[in-house]
C-alpha cells in the first residue's frame, strides 16, 4: 500500500502541477491495519490519509463549527482567493483571481477552486472525493501496478475506496483526504463521524496522533509483546455486542499509558484481557470514557496537538450513556453478555 500510494503521489504533482485543485502531499498510513492491528483479518481495509494545501492564489481558513461542541469539533474549510500580483507569480504566466477580469480569467485560465470543489465558499468532502475518484481512475493506467493488478473502483461519497486484486491476493484500500491545523498531528478530514454528515463539514480528526502513539508504543514494547494481541482479540470477542471497535481502543490506549509495555508479555495475556474487561464495566457503570487524544497532557512528546486540543477539557465518548438511562441499561446488559 505504502509503494502504492508513493506512485500515485508521484503522478498527482505531475498532473496537479500547474493547475489550481488542491495540492496533494505524500500519504500517511492510519487507522488499525497502519497500527499494526485489525478486528477482521479477513476483511482489512488499508486507510491512507493524504494532506491537502491550498493551491497558488488561494488559501484555506478553518472554522469551527457551532453544533456539537459539547464534544469532538466539527469544522467548514473556507477557501479564500488571495492576491497574486508579484512578479514571481507573473513570471509563472499566472492571472490574479482578485485583480484580472473575469473575461480575462474564463479566456486564459482554469477555473478556481472555488469554482469546482466548493459549495458556495466552502471546500465540498462529496465534491473533493468525486474528483480523487477520477484522478485515481485516470492515473492508474501509467503506474506500474496496474500491469499486474486489477483496479476496481468503489462508489465514492466522502472518501475513494477501491481494490486491486491480481487473481490471488487482493487489497482495499481507503483514501481520505484533510487538511492539518497547524504544525500539529490533528487534521479535519473527510471520514464523517456521523451516518449523515453535511458535504461542507469536516470533522477533527485524531487518526494520525493515535498511529504515532502505537508506533511508539512498538518502538518501547518487548519482542513477545501481545499488545496489539489483546487488542485484536478483545475487539473480535465484543463484535456484535453493540460496543464499537473504537470504544475498545480507547480503552487499550489508555492502559497502554498506565502499565508498563514490560508487563503486556505472553504470560501477561489473560491478566490484561481482564483489565481491559474491568476497565470496560467501570467506563460503562461510571458512564464515562475520556477520549485518549483530547486533553490529555501526557503524550510523547513526538505527537503534537494545537493547543486548543491540548488544553480542553476531556471529552466523554459515552455522553449518550448520560444523557440516556436506557442507553446506559442496555449497555450494561451488554457489557454482562460480553
Known amino acids: ?85 508579484t512578479s514571481e507569480q507573473q513570471a509563472e504566466n499566472m492571472l490574479c483571481f482578485l485583480h484580472h477580469s473575469e473575461e480575462e480569467l474564463r479566456r486564459h485560465q482554469d477555473p478556481s477552486l472555488l469554482h469546482t470543489l466548493c459549495t458556495g465558499s466552502y471546500l465540498d ?10 484522478l485515481v481512475r485516470a492515473i492508474w493506467p501509467a503506474l506500474l501496478e496496474s500491469h499486474h493488478w486489477h483496479l476496481v473502483l468503489l462508489p465514492p461519497r466522502r472518501s475513494c475506496q477501491f481494490k486491486v486484486t491480481n487473481g490471488r491476493d487482493s487489497y482495499r484500500i481507503e483514501m481520505l483526504f484533510g487538511v492539518r491545523q497547524g504544525n500539529s498531528d490533528v487534521f479535519v478530514s473527510s471520514q464523517p463521524r456521523q451516518a449523515h454528515t453535511s458535504s461542507t463539514i469536516w470533522p477533527e480528526s485524531y487518526a494520525v496522533a493515535e498511529m504515532k502513539f502505537f508506533r ?30 473504537y470504544t475498545i481502543k480507547t480503552i487499550v490506549m489508555h492502559l497502554l499509558s498506565i502499565l508498563p509495555v514490560s508487563q503486556w508479555r505472553r504470560r501477561h495475556f489473560v491478566r490484561r484481557l481482564m483489565d481491559i474487561s474491568e476497565s470496560l464495566r467501570t467506563c460503562v457503570e461510571m458512564r464515562r470514557l475520556n477520549h485518549f487524544i483530547v486533553g490529555n497532557q501526557r503524550l510523547p512528546g513526538g505527537i503534537h496537538l494545537p493547543p486548543e486540543v491540548l488544553m480542553a477539557r476531556p471529552s466523554n465518548l459515552f455522553h449518550d450513556l448520560v444523557m440516556d438511562p436506557v442507553a446506559h441499561s442496555q449497555a450494561m446488559s451488554q457489557y454482562v453478555d460480553l
Not at 495540492?23 to 493524504?50: C, H, K, M, N, T
Not at 511508539?216 to 464499537?244: E, M, N, V, W
Request: charged residues 20%.
Open 1 to 85: 500500500t505504502r509503494t502504492l500510494m508513493e506512485h500515485f503521489a508521484i503522478y498527482f504533482r505531475r498532473v496537479l502541477s500547474s493547475s489550481f485543485y488542491p495540492v496533494l502531499q505524500g500519504a500517511i498510513g492510519v487507522g488499525s491495519a497502519f497500527e499494526g492491528w485489525s478486528p477482521r483479518e479477513q476483511d482489512v481495509v488499508y486507510q491512507v490519509l493524504i494532506p491537502m494545501t491550498p493551491p497558488r492564489g488561494h488559501s484555506f481558513h478553518l472554522e469551527l463549527g457551532t453544533a456539537g461542541q459539547r464534544r469532538l469539533r466539527n469544522f467548514h474549510i473556507r477557501v479564500q482567493q488571495e492576491c497574486t500580483c
Open 125 to 134: 468532502v462529496e465534491k473533493t472525493a468525486r474528483w480523487f475518484y477520477q
Open 216 to 245: 511508539y508504543i512498538a518502538r518501547r514494547a518487548p519482542p513477545d509483546s501481545l499488545h496489539l494481541k489483546c487488542l485484536q482479540f478483545f475487539t473480535r470477542l465484543q463484535l456484535g455486542l453493540g460496543f464499537s471497535t
